[in-house]
């Protein structure tokens, strides 16, 4: 009730600012909280949909490690360079083959013209890198190799911070440049030109078309989505493990963690979120714009 405005008379309160009223400016009456509403919009997650979703932040480690990997094959001599470079041609012609084959229904009409492009910008890339490999083998000459590894392992690290996983294709500019970057830092390392031009080949499958068709899985067989992540998280593993056993114990540790252990934190953790909403909130203009259709 609020005060009385003379002998008998009782005056309510209302919710305005245009008129004067025998009320503070603070005061509020018993249907204040009346409005109260909790947890709006939020979101409930299923634990395995987390971890669905998070195989996308796994399966992009694994890659990093399987780049690593072939570096560490190419650098100690293990890897001949042609055997790396008809292996990579032969995976990117399958995958581009499962690309397609994942189309929708009405992109077959524009396939013709779409490989053809795609075979012109394929030929320019590798004719581009492949002329430039000999300048690329020689343009860390200067520096030691410390640094060299320092700045890739730091250039690695923000291509995976910068990485877009809500949309992964195509992949963001910044995190392809400086994967690009790291690739021809560790590619310069290599022994020969023919070297670092298979290895920057690869770093292009990797970095580059491998998020267009793992993004092409994902919206069109999400059923397989799931089993594409675990095989390359276990490449990750098992390349690195045959080269650097303690690399390979901190990948398992860390997709453990990314894929199980934060994915449980934000299911448990999300049952205590409380948020309330009223009266109080800031207001919120709903413009009826049909009427400035007319």
Same mark, same amino acid.
């Given at each position: 009730?609020?005060?009385?405005?003379?002998?008998?008379?009782?005056?309510?309160?209302?919710?305005?600012?245009?008129?004067?009223?025998?009320?503070?400016?603070?005061?509020?009456?018993?249907?204040?909280?009346?409005?109260?509403?909790?947890?709006?919009?939020?979101?409930?997650?299923?634990?395995?949909?987390?971890?669905?979703?998070?195989?996308?932040?796994?399966?992009?480690?694994?890659?990093?490690?399987?780049?690593?990997?072939?570096?560490?094959?190419?650098?100690?001599?293990?890897?001949?360079?042609?055997?790396?470079?008809?292996?990579?041609?032969?995976?990117?012609?399958?995958?581009?083959?499962?690309?397609?084959?994942?189309?929708?229904?009405?992109?077959?009409?524009? =396939?013709?013209? #779409?490989?053809?492009?795609?075979?012109? %910008? /394929?030929?320019?890339? $590798? !004719?581009?890198?492949?002329? &430039?490999?000999?300048?690329?083998?020689?343009?860390?000459? =200067?520096?030691? #190799?410390?640094?060299?590894?320092?700045? %890739? /392992?730091?250039?690695? $690290? !923000?291509?995976?911070?910068? &990485?877009?996983?809500?949309?992964?294709?195509?992949?963001? =500019?910044?995190?392809?440049?400086?994967?690009?970057?790291? %690739?021809?830092?560790?590619?310069?390392?290599?022994?020969?030109?023919?070297?670092?031009?298979?290895?920057?080949?690869?770093?292009?499958?990797?970095?580059?078309?491998?998020?267009?068709?793992?993004?092409?899985?994902?919206?069109?067989?999400?059923?397989?989505?799931?089993?594409?992540?675990?095989?390359?998280?276990?490449?990750?593993?098992?390349?690195?493990?045959?080269?650097?056993?303690?690399?390979?114990?901190?990948?398992?540790?860390?997709?453990?963690?990314?894929?199980?252990?934060?994915?449980?934190?934000?299911?448990?953790?999300?049952?205590?979120?409380?948020?309330?909403?009223?009266?109080?909130?800031?207001?919120?203009?709903?413009?009826?714009?049909?009427?400035?259709?007319?």
């Amino acid at each position: 009730m609020g005060p009385d405005d003379g002998p008998g008379t009782v005056v309510a309160w209302r919710k305005v600012l245009w008129e004067r009223q025998p009320f503070p400016d603070n005061y509020v009456d018993q249907r204040f909280l009346e409005e109260l509403r909790r947890n709006v919009g939020v979101r409930q997650y299923r634990y395995w949909a987390v971890v669905r979703e998070a195989g996308l932040v796994g399966q992009q480690l694994s890659c990093v490690a399987i780049f690593i990997t072939l570096w560490l094959y190419m650098e100690e001599g293990l890897l001949s360079p042609g055997t790396l470079l008809v292996v990579s041609l032969a995976t990117s012609l399958m995958g581009y083959g499962l690309y397609q084959a994942l189309a929708s229904r009405v992109e077959p009409v524009l =396939s013709h013209r #779409t490989c053809l492009a795609d075979l012109q %910008s /394929a030929t320019i890339y $590798l !004719a581009f890198i492949f002329g &430039f490999s000999p300048v690329l083998k020689t343009l860390t000459e =200067s520096v030691s #190799t410390d640094t060299v590894y320092a700045m %890739s /392992a730091l250039m690695l $690290l !923000a291509h995976l911070v910068s &990485f877009p996983y809500a949309h992964p294709s195509p992949p963001g =500019s910044l995190s392809l440049n400086v994967a690009l970057f790291a %690739s021809v830092c560790l590619a310069s390392r290599l022994p020969d030109a023919l070297d670092t031009f298979t290895m920057l080949s690869c770093a292009l499958m990797i970095f580059a078309l491998w998020p267009c068709l793992l993004r092409r899985v994902k919206d069109r067989a999400p059923c397989h989505f799931a089993v594409v992540c675990a095989g390359v998280c276990v490449a990750g593993v098992g390349g690195l493990a045959s080269r650097w056993p303690g690399g390979a114990v901190l990948l398992a540790l860390a997709l453990v963690c990314v894929m199980l252990l934060c994915p449980w934190l934000l299911v448990r953790l999300q049952r205590h979120k409380d948020n309330i909403h009223g009266p109080w909130d800031e207001a919120e203009i709903h413009e009826d714009l049909s009427r400035f259709l007319h």
